[in-house]
């Protein structure tokens, strides 16, 4: 017998107190986070900012395909507090997605243990603190997923490899910019623009003739931003899991919530270059600037950082639809099979999704398909598992704009498992939006402007379009995706602009079936929070 102090008595019990939501033919990686308030200077002005282990940003996840991560958070701030997992689709398991439709907050002074699979996934990703408004106060880090060894990926290794998180950032702290939208206000124009959490001082070393691989996350609240590097191109080589056709680029727009690899050769004369990222389509162009170091640098950066696109819409949408997916290149699949060949797969149904702002009740709001999403008392994902009825309705969002004014609902609409829908954002406003769906990665078959309608398939790209998870939608323009609904659960469905997600622009897509078999979606965690009306119930017998 095992004695209990032992290494593998400890492993035995973790597995058997946890699965089968993990894995364990595959590798397990352990990691232990302490969420805190901390002083952060990102602007100059200090600010209270939310720390990983200290960090600002958060230290980066790196993992390989299906690896087994197991994440204790605890909670050192003074309310509760959640991550997601940006892009990680949490196959068979939205209980651990991490947002709060589907998983209890983690309250002051306690931990959760996330237990997640990156399963059938590889590339760059993000974490980001979900609840709240607590994105404005950081939180969040890079993820990377690499390759299994023996599966062979379409560029060499490159010689480093760097997480650069972007976004706009506010000097006001968290707690105001929530309470100014809690008062029915919108949010004013940012204050600046981060790299990796500074604003002018971020460096990146290289060595001349290498090449570097840099994963570009937008983790910003709002805005869409443009990404160069003085004198150097970018060959764009993975986006959000897909390998891409190796397509050269000057500069990159990067929306909100939006992940790109690409590989940068220091083939320039050795000194220093500016790295600039700016805002996009906005009034009045923000921007800040970063080091490219060579490390046999003659001299400091010379002449002015590079401009760059400032409110081209045709610019991006043609970059956009340059985008393609490398069809030579390996990678994990999951099913359904022949998913891949999505253009000759019938859609089962067609959802057009509108967005809306405007007031409720002298307040600020913003809606799909004229839903404005509140918040219910108790997780989504509890409520159906434990079958606690009053707390939401499948069905109380329309899958068609219904053209009528907002109003308040927490809205969920129903899907069939294993079906194969199309959806279209259609923007009928004057700004560029950007739009997310937890759990699956899509199809971005077309976008263009106008009014979607029938005839607008007739551009699809059936072939060789980007899958991907977040995608932007250009102002009073359409964007049509294809998604396999092949992941059981309760998938929040946003705008990846806070105050817009913040204020209602969201829902929940319960992808049902009514088998029961582990194949289909695994329990729920014995370690569950219940909180709300499933407080005080069982999760699984021992």
Not at 2 to 11: E, G, K, R, V, W
Not at 266 to 281: E, L, M
Not at 384 to 389: A, H, L, V
């Amino acid at each position: 017998m095992l004695p209990l102090t032992s290494p593998c008595f400890a492993l035995c019990a973790f597995l058997f107190f946890f699965s089968p939501t993990v894995s364990a033919e595959n590798p397990y990686r352990f990691f232990t986070w302490n969420v805190s308030y901390g002083n952060i200077y990102p602007l100059g002005l200090r600010q209270q900012g939310i720390l990983i282990n200290g960090q600002f940003p958060g230290p980066d996840i790196h993992c390989v395909t299906n690896d087994n991560l197991i994440i204790n958070v605890f909670n050192s701030l003074d309310e509760p507090f959640l991550i997601s997992w940006n892009g990680i689709q949490q196959r068979r398991n939205s209980y651990e997605d991490g947002v709060y439709g589907t998983t209890c907050p983690i309250p002051p002074g306690k931990n959760f243990t996330y237990i997640l699979q990156v399963k059938d996934q590889i590339g760059s990703f993000y974490y980001f603190p979900s609840l709240a408004f607590h994105k404005a106060a950081g939180g969040f880090g890079g993820i990377r997923i690499l390759s299994r060894p023996r599966i062979p990926v379409p560029f060499p290794d490159p010689d480093g490899d760097y997480t650069v998180l972007i976004g706009d950032w506010y000097k006001s702290n968290h707690t105001t910019l929530k309470a100014h939208l809690d008062r029915g206000k919108k949010l004013p124009f940012p204050n600046g623009i981060l790299i990796n959490g500074r604003g002018n001082d971020t460096s990146f070393s290289v060595e001349q003739g290498k090449t570097y691989r840099l994963r570009i996350s937008n983790v910003g609240l709002e805005h869409s931003l443009n990404f160069r590097i003085q004198g150097h191109k970018m060959k764009l080589v993975e986006v959000e899991g897909t390998h891409t056709l190796q397509t050269t680029y000057s500069s990159l727009d990067v929306h909100v919530g939006q992940s790109y690899s690409v590989l940068v050769t220091a083939d320039q004369p050795a000194q220093d270059y500016y790295i600039v990222v700016s805002t996009r389509f906005t009034y009045r162009v923000l921007s800040t600037t970063g080091i490219l170091h060579y490390s046999n640098s003659a001299g400091p950066v010379k002449g002015p950082p590079p401009g760059g696109p400032t409110i081209q819409i045709d610019w991006s949408l043609n970059q956009a639809r340059s985008i393609r997916t490398n069809l030579t290149a390996s990678g994990p699949r999951p099913n359904p099979q022949g998913s891949y060949h999505y253009g000759l797969i019938n859609t089962t149904k067609t959802i057009i999704l509108a967005s809306s702002a405007g007031q409720v009740n002298r307040k600020q709001r913003y809606a799909v398909n004229s839903v404005s999403f509140n918040p219910a008392d108790t997780p989504l994902k509890l409520a159906d598992f434990f079958k606690i009825g009053g707390v939401f309705r499948v069905g109380s969002i329309s899958d068609r704009p219904t053209g009528g004014g907002i109003y308040l609902d927490t809205s969920v609409m129903g899907a069939d498992y294993r079906s194969f829908v199309e959806i279209v954002f259609q923007n009928n406003e004057n700004i560029v939006q950007s739009w997310h769906i937890d759990g699956y990665s899509f199809f971005v078959v077309g976008m263009d402007g106008g009014q979607w309608t029938q005839s607008s398939r007739n551009q699809y790209n059936l072939r060789d379009a980007i899958a991907r998870c977040t995608i932007q939608v250009y102002p009073f323009s359409w964007t049509a995706i294809y998604v396999a609904l092949d992941n059981v659960g309760m998938w929040n469905v946003r705008s990846e602009f806070w105050a817009r997600q913040y204020l209602g622009q969201q829902f929940y897509l319960r992808v049902y079936t009514p088998s029961t078999s582990l194949r289909d979606e695994f329990p729920i965690p014995k370690n569950a929070l219940l909180c709300g009306r499933a407080s005080g119930r069982h999760t699984r017998p021992l």
